[in-house]
């Protein structure tokens, strides 16, 4: 989230689009309730069914599966045609007069650059003009047809109503009338809030449908201002710290990155990252990745990480590829290129898509390990369940330990909220049995596994002998001892660059945040992002003062939010050019004439003079983005593309199947399912009764929703004769699922392109162990395809059939 739960309350409007927080977010969603109640707010939703969030809403339109784009393109288009645009914003604090290298283009649905053959883009004409002064060049009249303002327009020209209710077959009017309640918050005291999560996520698009909503967001001015943002509704309670820190496989915490094996060296890998500012006065805040980068390699290697051997750089593995997502993982496992597998808190088998491949990889494993306080379908994959599986464990030669770990109620340490905050708990419970705190299973292994380099020697024991591994007991570090080593601290006395002969930090003690870290090896810091967490000042994360004078909504005293106890990011753009808040009603921070004061910490210099400084510092232009450089792998701007398996064409390309650079690999492009075999639009979802696969262990869980069912519109219930409550055969191109079938008014068919459209909703709680009824859940049927930015599968969008099933089967 750029804001936080806590700040929804002071919202004018509400979009959910891409997911259904009531039902999935249903404690937080109660911040929707405040704003609706308090404020007046009112609220959108945009979701392919009629859901528990719809139902409280104020607006409701339908929208086919993967055409979000299309709509959201649709709606800018809307506002620039109907002046719907925060004008001193998008010209001061976007790139909208950033001028862009003559050669950028598109066509046929496709942006300059395109390889075929490499399923990939050379990104080289998405620039700017770079002028001999060294800076981008600007237009700030607008006017020049290269300025990325005129070529957005151009780009989203082709997005009218009409088009967009071509593609999503959302009726013209409803969309018409969402264009209009989202336009009032174009003026600069209106704001609007996006709460999005899977619906938007789980695309071969995915990250381009969030990039919409957060280009049509600034267009209307509502980034870095209270009641605004871009609202990701996280997952898993802590999926957040696992970005933070940095868990991705191409990431190292804090958002800093694994080199490539193009990156030989330290200098080759610092010439791309601390950029210098694009504009004159500019911050660009990454230029202090030097000083975050040393630090880390400073408390991950100490003594051993020197300037001579540039910080101990070659210990960090290389990527060949530019990552080694899940897909990737898997599919080198169904390889047989993967021999032991760690699954920790992962049911895969339930949870990823393609079963069948998913099944074949793990059994040409020779060792699976599984760390889980829950027994899982994934440690049992060999298991024949009849019908649900055709799996022969005679031919199944992998080895399966079960490692049991506690489960959060019996462990200490910070959890992650969607709105950044490093909340603290303590063990509610004793875990039972021989179950395992993580912490104490991972030491175990690491000191076994260094033993056995320090006895036997093997290919570069360094890291691993190296390691800075100071806990008290090194069999088991604790929650405190980890928070603290993340906050950093000095290892000698940090002199003050700015008073000579003053002491910055001591020698020993905690950093006091990550302004203090240093590039020259005098600070060690585990992740930059959450330095402050732990200071001098304590757990900061265990703080519990949840007063908030002038009812902000920001709780500056409650716990600990990245970065830097900031509640609202980008906040500097809650103001004007001059410094005054565009909305009187609720300012968040201000100029006083000499520095930056307000309810929250300032994300800005506090002495930057406005006007001169852009409130984007992390950028090297100083401002936001409309248009992006070689950031985005599919594009600069969005464009709608169908899923890969779709009962549409691409519009703008019908020879080119799905996103052209999305993440997808030779077998499963084979394995594809056309329309005519599979006529119908499949979803997946959650619902409030389960959490995922553990919930079903729980007897009361799985009383509530008891059995695996499918939703259906009465109208495909009819042409298909299935009756309410009756058993189907739900079928793709990769497997079949049995199921219940609740026929529902919640679905309506669609119209796209003169084509009906029906939409069949599966839910995912389902497996065969627990307490509930066996079945299988979406994922026997999901294609294996992964959006081009961050590889998440196309969960949300892909084609089945489905007819009353002959018979039950046995399971
Ligand atoms: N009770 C409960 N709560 C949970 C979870 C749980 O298992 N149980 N899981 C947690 C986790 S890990 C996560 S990530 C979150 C997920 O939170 P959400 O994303 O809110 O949940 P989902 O149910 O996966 O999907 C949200 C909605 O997206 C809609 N949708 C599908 N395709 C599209 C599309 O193309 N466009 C649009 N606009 N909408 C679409 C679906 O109809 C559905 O209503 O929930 C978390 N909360
Ligand atoms: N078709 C379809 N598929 C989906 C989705 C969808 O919307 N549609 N959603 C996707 C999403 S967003 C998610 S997050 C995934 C969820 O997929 P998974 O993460 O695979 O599902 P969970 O059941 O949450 O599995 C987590 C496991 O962690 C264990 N666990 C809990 N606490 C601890 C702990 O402290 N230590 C250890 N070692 N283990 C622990 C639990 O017992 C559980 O078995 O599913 C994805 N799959
Ligand atoms: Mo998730």
Redesign the pocket.
């Known amino acids: 989230m750029t804001n936080s739960w806590t700040d929804i309350k002071n919202t004018d409007l509400v979009i959910v689009?891409?997911?259904?927080?009531a039902?999935?977010?249903?404690c937080g969603f109660k911040w929707v309730t405040e704003a609706k109640a308090h404020r007046g707010a009112k609220l959108i939703v945009?979701?392919?069914?009629y859901?528990r969030?719809a139902a409280v809403s104020d607006y409701y339109a339908p929208?086919?599966?993967?055409?979000?784009i299309a709509f959201l393109m649709g709606v800018i288009r809307w506002c620039i045609e109907n002046d719907k645009v925060q004008w001193e914003y998008v010209t001061n604090y976007t790139n909208a007069s950033f001028l862009v290298k003559d050669e950028f283009g598109w066509s046929d649905g496709l942006f300059t650059g395109y390889d075929e053959e490499k399923r990939d883009y050379d990104k080289k004409s998405w620039d700017y003009k770079i002028g001999e002064d060294g800076f981008a060049e600007v237009d700030m009249t607008l006017q020049d047809p290269r300025c990325v303002w005129n070529l957005l327009k151009a780009h989203v020209d082709v997005y009218t109503p009409e088009f967009v209710e071509n593609i999503c077959g959302t009726p013209r009017d409803k969309f018409l009338a969402i264009c209009e309640m989202i336009g009032e918050c174009s003026a600069p005291d209106k704001v609007m809030t996006s709460m999005?999560?899977?619906?938007?996520?789980?695309?071969s698009k995915g990250a381009q449908?969030i990039r919409g909503m957060a280009m049509l967001q600034l267009i209307l001015g509502n980034i870095g201002m209270r009641g605004g943002g871009m609202n990701a509704?996280?997952?898993?309670s802590n999926?957040q710290g696992l970005t933070d820190l940095g868990l991705m496989s191409n990431l190292i915490p804090g958002y800093l990155n694994i080199p490539t094996e193009k990156e030989p060296d330290w200098e080759t890998y610092m010439s791309t990252r601390a950029f210098k500012p694009l504009r004159p006065n500019q911050t660009s805040y990454w230029q202090n990745y030097p000083k975050f980068m040393v630090s880390f390699m400073k408390a991950m290697w100490g003594d051993a990480a020197t300037a001579e051997n540039d910080w101990a750089y070659d210990y960090l593995p290389k990527l060949d590829v530019p990552t080694y997502d899940v897909l990737r993982m898997f599919d080198l496992m169904h390889h047989g290129r993967i021999n032991l597998y760690f699954c920790q808190g992962f049911n895969p088998l339930l949870s990823f898509p393609d079963r069948a491949k998913l099944t074949r990889a793990l059994s040409n494993l020779k060792l699976l390990v599984v760390m889980d306080p829950l027994e899982t379908e994934t440690a049992h994959f060999w298991e024949n369940h009849g019908v649900y599986n055709d799996v022969d464990p005679a031919e199944i030669q992998t080895e399966v330990l079960e490692l049991p770990t506690t489960c959060f109620a019996e462990d200490e340490g910070a959890l992650v909220n969607s709105g950044r905050w490093l909340q603290w708990h303590w063990a509610g419970g004793t875990p039972p049995g021989e179950a395992k705190h993580d912490t104490w299973i991972m030491a175990g292994i690491q000191r076994r596994v260094r033993a056995l380099y320090e006895a036997e020697g093997g290919v570069l024991p360094d890291p691993i002998l190296n390691l800075t591994w100071d806990y008290a007991d090194p069999f088991e570090p604790t929650p405190e001892e980890l928070a603290k080593e993340m906050n950093g601290r000095a290892l000698r006395t940090v002199p003050d660059p700015a008073n000579e002969g003053a002491v910055l930090v001591e020698a020993g003690q905690q950093v006091k945040n990550f302004t203090q870290l240093q590039a020259d090896g005098s600070t060690a810091c585990g992740c930059w992002l959450y330095s402050g967490c732990w200071n001098e000042d304590g757990n900061n994360m265990a703080r519990r003062d949840n007063t908030d004078p002038d009812e902000t909504g920001a709780y500056l005293n409650w716990a600990w939010s990245w970065p830097v106890n900031r509640r609202i990011l980008y906040n500097r753009a809650s103001a004007d050019m001059q410094g005054k808040p565009w909305a009187e009603d609720r300012p968040l921070i201000w100029w006083t004439g000499e520095k930056w004061e307000g309810y929250d910490v300032p994300d800005i210099g506090v002495t930057s003079k406005p006007g001169e400084v852009m409130p984007f510092i992390m950028n090297a232009e100083g401002t936001s983005r409309l248009f992006t450089r070689a950031m985005m792998r599919d594009g600069p701007f969005p464009t709608h593309m169908e899923p890969f398996e779709s009962p549409l064409a691409n519009v703008f390309n019908a020879r080119m199947r799905g996103n052209p650079v999305s993440r997808m690999f030779e077998d499963d492009a084979q394995n594809l399912g056309s329309s005519d075999q599979f006529p119908f639009v499949a979803?997946?979802?959650?619902?409030?009764?389960?959490?995922?696969y553990w919930?079903k262990h729980n007897p009361v869980n799985a009383a509530l929703q008891p059995e695996f069912f499918v939703e259906i519109s009465q109208e495909l219930a009819a042409e298909r004769g299935i009756v309410n409550g009756s058993r189907v055969r739900v079928w793709g191109k990769r497997g079949e699922v049995w199921a219940k079938a609740l026929v529902t008014r919640r679905l309506q068919p669609m119209t796209c392109d003169g084509k009906t459209i029906h939409v069949v909703?599966i839910p995912?709680?389902w497996g065969f162990m627990g307490a509930a009824k066996k079945g299988w859940g979406p994922n026997s049927l999901t294609p294996y395809v992964g959006d081009a930015n961050v590889e998440t599968p196309e969960?949300?969008?892909f084609l089945v059939n489905i007819e009353p099933a002959a018979e039950e089967p046995v399971a």
Do not use: C
């Open positions: 689009m891409g997911g259904n927080a039902e999935a977010h249903p945009v979701d392919p069914r859901t969030t929208i086919r599966p993967g055409s979000d999005y999560a899977l619906g938007w996520t789980q695309h449908n509704l996280r997952g898993h999926i979803t997946s979802y959650r619902l409030t009764e389960h959490f995922h919930t909703g995912l709680h969960f949300k969008a």
